[in-house]
């Protein structure tokens, strides 16, 4: 086979991977069973499995989406928030583009832990845009952080945004990745 014939068999998806114009790395912290693994799977799969598995260490996934007329390869870095696996947390954060602070809104400790969780994220990663998110919603009647309390923290450690979600209704979830996006093309433009 001649050299020609070589290139035109290239198969597509070979030639799409080299075309994505953007690639960003997301990371996910927050404490461990606030749900990150949930509402990563939700966001690749549309589903929600109550037997997700502790994380150990961390799993990455990728998903892409078209924002703002661009093709984003978005990289999700889903942390084991245990505290057996802090120690990782630094090189875990390396050359992050963005993250998502998650916590539990029936647990008052997981948002607490906004803090420490901050110190640590800050001088690994710079000021790279962060949300934050409040999730499990659908268990209102559990409920023990009002939003009002999580919007002010969420402006006084100047996150990028905060949005309520729930893994197993799906509500939200969607959109809270494709805001993120926008917010890490937006920083991008401006530098
Ligand atoms: P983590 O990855 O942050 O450690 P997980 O947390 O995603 O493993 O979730 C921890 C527990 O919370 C799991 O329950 C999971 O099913 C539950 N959970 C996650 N998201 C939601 C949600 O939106 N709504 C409700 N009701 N539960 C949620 P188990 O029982 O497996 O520990
Ligand atoms: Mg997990």
Redesign the pocket.
Known sequence: MNRIGLQVEIPARQVNLVNYDITFKLVLF??????????TQRYLTGL?????K??IGVEFHINDLEIANKRVKLQIW?F??EERFRFLLPSYCKGANGGIF?FDVTNTNSLHHVDDWMDVLRKATGNIPIMMVG?????AHNRAVNAKEAMALAKSHKFAGYAE?????GVNVESVFETIAEIMIKRMASK
Not at 135 to 139: A, N, P, R
């Open positions: 927050g404490d461990g069973a606030v749900g990150k693994t949930a509402l929600f499995k109550d037997d997700t502790i994380t889903d084991g928030g998650m999730t499990k919603v659908d268990l979600v729930s893994a197993k209704t």
